[in-house]
Structure formats: C-alpha cells, structure tokens
DNA sequence: GCCAACGTTGGC
DNA sequence: GCCAACGTTGGC
C-alpha cells in the first residue's frame, strides 16, 4: 500500500492511537476492489512511501479490519467526497490496517527495479500508479530478506 | 517543475 | 461505444 509521507507516513501510522489507521481516501477501483474483496484479516502489507525523496518500502502493517464501506464517501466536507456513492450501495471501500514494525532500512524503488527475480513484481512494472498492488508470497520474502 | 502513463468524463 | 479532453499519480 502506497501513502504520500506528506500526507500520512509510516511514522504517523506509528503515533496514531492503537497504532491504527482506517485506509480510506482510495478512489480507484481495482485499489477498491483489493480491500473490498481479497485483503483479508491478518494479512501483512509493506507500507510503500511514494511520491518522496527515497519512494520506497518502508515497514510492515496488519489488516485488523476487512472491506467496509468507506464513509468519507459521504461527508460534503471530505477532500474524498464522491456524491454518486449511495449509502445504500456504497462505491468505496477501505480496510483497517495496525503498524507492525519499520524495516530495518528503506528498500528503495530503485533496488526493487534492479532484482531481477522482481520482474514480475507489480510495484515495478511500467506506468504502475496503482496505490494498492498484490504481491506473492515468494516477492514478499525475497524483499524482506533484503531489509 | 516536467511529463509519461494512466483513469475518468462526457459529447456525439 | 468511441475517443478527445481533462485530471491525477508519481518518478525523476
């Protein structure tokens, strides 16, 4: 999962209460379709900073929350408000995620791209601007052995 | 700040 | 249903 570290870093997710943070504001609809439909309860995410001087992974968090309606939908006053989604039929979703820990050091875009056993990876391929991407099991401990 | 690579919107 | 225009993302 990508965040702006602007806008909301892994460090703030580290100082919210509970270490907790619903992950709302996803306007997209294969990003919506991934919380509302295959992010599951206990899985881990690599916390992605995008859009910064080093983009790159840097920790790990848990899904304490699976795909519900995402409110700020709703809400005139949300910088996400969407006036066709139907509080009957909400468009978006959003998962709750909890901090698990940093990585040792920031894994880099630029390293990710180099590994060619991540060719396949989905963060790495061309024109990529998905904010909420898969990754397999075999990626996710290749990368971790990396930290 | 630039710009490529998208995704969305809306006229037709 | 097509596609041009527009807005956004995000690396560089």
């Known amino acids: 999962m990508k965040s702006e570290p602007d806008t909301f870093s892994i460090d703030d997710l580290y100082n919210r209460p509970e270490r907790t943070e619903p992950w709302d504001g996803v306007r997209n609809y294969q990003a919506r379709n991934m919380m509302r439909d295959s992010m599951k309860l206990g899985d881990w995410v690599f916390f992605y900073h995008s859009n910064c001087s080093e983009p790159g992974i840097v920790g ?23 006036p066709k989604s139907d509080l009957n039929q909400p468009r978006w979703y959003r998962v ?27 963060l790495v391929k061309r024109g990529n601007r998905l904010s909420i991407m898969p990754i397999s099991q075999w990626q996710w401990d290749f990368i971790l052995a990396l930290a």
């Open 96 to 122: 709750d995620v909890r901090y698990i820990r940093h990585l040792s050091r920031t894994i880099s875009l630029k390293e990710l791209k180099d590994k060619t056993e991540l060719a396949d990876l989905a």
């Open 60 to 82: 790990i968090m848990e899904v304490i929350k699976e795909g519900y309606p995402d409110i700020t939908a709703f809400d005139p006053d949300d910088k996400h408000f969407d």
